[in-house]
């Protein structure tokens, strides 16, 4: 047997009420999100002559009544129809946004299932509908539902085009009868929505509002990720930093993302300077989808790597109602991801080849970019090869690996052909080895920061041509090694002699006592720590 599962409307409508959304703040965005929509339906229209009339004020209002516990949301756009109301508001799953898509394709436009609305009941022992439809001659329309399946639906007197939505807040909502916390969630959700949004409250005494504060849209309706990065100056990037976030210093560049195939993305993505490690603030990128704000939690549509950036990302293929395991699974999310590694990667890759020497300025901040995402995405460490760089000690010069390579090719060849890179830890207290090293014309390199320990350990794996040591690790003439050692002058029996002395001194066990042959010009004795040791003490900790 075949059939259509069938709905129980008494059933659904408490399940919708408690599980619909588990943050129940939501309810205020999915209403001004339609309220958006409705706004913007009625610029589409009146772009193609379909709609006539005043579109110089549109705007949004979202008005608090403590004393009659009733939050309104007022919009100027298209308003509703009484059969649309029947057919939009009274069917269930049953979206307009879809269906004004599928004819006015490139609308910007929020909805998508048909049940945002519903949401407000989450909050509300009652919602009532005054609506006017922009079609002419239309007249006004009266719904109001209690959250049983019962509605009401009649003809009313309504002056202007447009809808305001009434919600009568229930006892357990209380909350957001708080005119802080309502400011707070728009401010969270609507800040660069598209159109200007008003927060006001009534009943309350003329002296005690604050007038100016209401007169202020709560959003920027016009951020500069939709716009094209043509049109944009430095200060427009710059000042759009300072508004997300107020605190922060002048960051160091930045990407704008613009794609529209295979999925819409726009966005922008700064590099913050950053100076030591422990001062990376991970959640700092926000995520939108068609101008609301979504999280900003990112993980999975931002690499790992690159959650240290900050800025926006807007993409209306993330849907709104995103949650942890629907991110994880969403083929869009991946695709995203990887055009991100991709963009960042070869926007790093340009301004190497374009601007080298302001690359390397910036090298402090980048590098602990560049390092971790070569550790971490093998993409990304394809790209990052070219531009990774390593700083000398001496000349202070800037190499990549291939260059590098070249420069010590001569010196620095072990006996397995393998290029070593001497590196440095701590340019002051390794400085007695550093110029050790020097001296036989090595090239030390900086890797001091504490990201280099653990790069180290993944790039000798991902990098078969070459070896790490760090430079106190031998003693000067062993640290590229070329042959078995022994250039000691001593008999048999004096080196004993000399290991016994020494070993007294060093009650250390992992330490041993060698008699090597050091140059005339180097100090009498050198303690030093071979590499392997101090990587299997580093790892356990110690
Ligand atoms: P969605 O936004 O996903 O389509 P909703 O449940 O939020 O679903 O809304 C259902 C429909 O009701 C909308 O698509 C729209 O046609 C209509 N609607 C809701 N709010 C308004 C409004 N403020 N003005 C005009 N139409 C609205
Ligand atoms: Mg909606």
């Given at each position: 047997?075949?059939?259509q599962?069938?709905?129980q ?10 599980f ?10 999915e209403?001004v ?37 009733t ?38 436009i ?43 639906l ?13 919600l ?31 927060f ?27 716009r ?25 560049f ?30 700092k990128?926000?995520l ?16 790992e ?61 980048l ?30 010069k800037?190499?990549?690996l291939?260059e590098?390579?070249?420069?010590v090719?001569a ?9 070593v ?50 430079v ?8 590229v ?37 050091l ?19 580093d790892?356990?900790?110690?």
């Amino acid at each position: 047997q075949k059939g259509q599962i069938r709905v129980q409307t008494e059933n659904i409508f408490p399940i919708i009420k408690k599980f619909l959304y588990s943050d129940h703040e939501i309810f205020l965005r999915e209403l001004v999100s339609n309220a958006i929509d409705a706004t913007q339906k009625l610029k589409t229209l009146s772009s193609i002559g379909e709609a006539k009339g005043d579109l110089n004020d549109l705007r949004i209002d979202v008005v608090l009544n403590v004393e009659e516990k009733t939050l309104s949301i007022i919009d100027k756009g298209v308003g509703m129809t009484a059969e649309e109301v029947d057919k939009y508001l009274n069917q269930l799953a049953f979206s307009g946004a879809e269906e004004f898509l599928s004819k006015y394709k490139d609308a910007n436009i929020i909805g998508h299932f048909g049940l945002g609305f519903y949401s407000a009941f989450m909050v509300s022992d009652k919602v009532e509908v005054f609506t006017k439809s922009f079609r002419e001659g239309a007249t006004g329309v009266y719904w109001s539902c209690d959250g049983s399946p019962e509605f009401e639906l009649n003809e009313i007197e309504k002056e202007e085009r447009g809808t305001r939505i009434v919600l009568h807040i229930n006892e357990d909502s209380a909350e957001f009868l708080d005119g802080y916390r309502i400011r707070g969630i728009l401010e969270k959700f609507c800040r660069f929505l598209p159109v200007p949004i008003f927060f006001s409250e009534e009943g309350v005494k003329e002296e005690e509002k604050d007038k100016e504060l209401e007169e202020k849209p709560i959003n920027n309706p016009n951020p500069i990720w939709v716009r094209k990065p043509s049109e944009l100056t430095t200060e427009d990037y710059q000042n759009f930093y300072k508004e997300l976030y107020p605190m922060g210093e002048t960051p160091l560049f930045w990407i704008h993302l613009n794609v529209d195939f295979p999925f819409n993305l726009t966005g922008i993505l700064y590099f913050p300077k950053i100076k030591q490690s422990y001062e990376i603030q991970k959640d700092k990128i926000q995520l939108y989808s068609n101008q609301v704000f979504v999280t900003d939690e990112v993980k999975d549509i931002v690499p790992e790597f690159l959650m240290l950036l900050h800025g926006v990302i807007d993409s209306p293929d993330i849907p709104l109602n995103v949650s942890r395991s629907y991110l994880q699974g969403d083929p869009n999310v991946k695709k995203i991801n990887a055009h991100i590694t991709k963009k960042v990667a070869d926007k790093l890759d340009e301004m190497f080849r374009n601007e080298r020497n302001s690359f390397e300025e910036k090298w402090d901040s980048l590098g602990l970019f560049v390092k971790y995402g070569m550790m971490t995405d093998d993409k990304f460490l394809d790209k990052g090869n070219k531009f990774l760089l390593l700083q000398d000690t001496a000349d202070k010069k800037f190499y990549t690996l291939e260059e590098y390579k070249t420069a010590v090719e001569a010196v620095q060849k072990n006996k397995d052909g393998k290029t070593v890179i001497i590196y440095t830890t701590d340019p002051v207290q390794q400085d007695g080895y550093i110029k050790a090293a020097q001296g036989k014309d090595y090239k030390v390199v900086k890797l001091e920061t504490l990201i280099d320990n653990a790069f180290i350990n993944q790039m000798e794996m991902k990098w078969d041509s070459v070896h790490f040591v760090r430079v106190d690790s031998d003693i000067a003439d062993n640290l590229v090694d070329v042959q078995e050692h022994s250039n000691s002058v001593l008999s048999g029996e004096e080196e004993e002699k000399l290991k016994g002395l020494f070993g007294f001194q060093v009650p250390d066990l992992t330490l041993k006592v060698e008699v090597k042959g050091l140059s005339a010009d180097s100090a009498p004795v050198i303690a030093t720590r071979p590499e392997f040791m101090r990587r299997m003490k580093d790892m356990a900790g110690m």
